[in-house]
T-cell receptor
Framework: LAKTTQPISMDSYEGQEVNITCSHNNIATNDYITWYQQFPSQGPRFIIQGYKTKVTNEVASLFIPADRKSSTLSLPRVSLSDTAVYYC??????????FGAGTRLTVKP | GAVVSQHPSRVICKSGTSVKIECRSLDFQATTMFWYRQFPKQSLMLMATSNEGSKATYEQGVEKDKFLINHASLTLSTLTVTSAHPEDSSFYICSGKGVESYEQYFGPGTRLTVT
């Protein structure tokens, strides 16, 4: 079974910042946290990966508190094209690649 | 990021026949490859993990004799759905990871329809 928990769905409006939080209470010391985006009938696309504190790239930021039992994906100023399913994945014991249910984000005009 | 391809992107087959799906890592060596199945509006379900040159490790509930996985090289893994039935119709996605890598790269998926 997957070891992550996310909200099933979220709604937002264009231009807003969206924060999606993932819980991973049993994360191990060497595990990384990775977020993926998936559009219908496509394979997941890598968004961002982190181990602790904060990571930022050109599309998102990832915030990880000190205890690492959760992480928050932050999407700045979303657009309609950001409507997708977002998955949080924690690499347990290297290669335990089970996905959780994901969060279906709907961006409205 | 690295690129993973899948072939075919779509396939329709008759019930009882077998179909092979190829997964290739185009610009990296995938020591580990993963096969997922995804039904409409559901999450990806891990079917099996394969390491190059070794037998695949199947998830509970996935029949290894029905879903044959071969990972013969560092750039190619194949999934063969044997004696396919309509309930096997799904979206099959593969991914690959390199040595000492925490990131997996996904293929575009293969839509299988069994009639």
């Amino acid at each position: 079974l997957a070891k992550t928990t996310q909200p099933i769905s979220m709604d937002s409006y264009e231009g807003q910042e969206v924060n999606i939080t993932c819980s991973h209470n049993n994360i191990a010391t060497n595990d990384y946290i990775t977020w993926y985006q998936q559009f219908p009938s496509q394979g997941p696309r890598f968004i961002i990966q982190g181990y602790k504190t904060k990571v930022t790239n050109e599309v998102a930021s990832l915030f990880i508190p000190a205890d690492r039992k959760s992480s928050t994906l932050s999407l700045p100023r979303v657009s309609l094209s950001d409507t997708a399913v977002y998955y949080c994945l924690v690499d347990y014991n290297n290669n335990d690649m089970r996905f959780g249910a994901g969060t279906r984000l709907t961006v409205k005009p | 990021g690295a690129v993973v391809s899948q072939h075919p992107s779509r396939v329709i087959c008759k019930s009882g026949t077998s179909v092979k799906i190829e997964c290739r890592s185009l610009d990296f060596q995938a020591t580990t490859m993963f096969w997922y199945r995804q039904f409409p509006k559901q999450s990806l379900m891990l079917m099996a993990t394969s390491n190059e040159g070794s037998k695949a490790t199947y998830e509970q509930g996935v029949e290894k004799d029905k879903f044959l996985i071969n990972h013969a090289s560092l750039t190619l893994s194949t999934l063969t759905v044997t004696s396919a039935h309509p309930e096997d119709s799904s979206f099959y996605i593969c991914s690959g990871k390199g040595v000492e890598s925490y990131e997996q790269y996904f293929g575009p998926g293969t839509r299988l329809t069994v009639t």
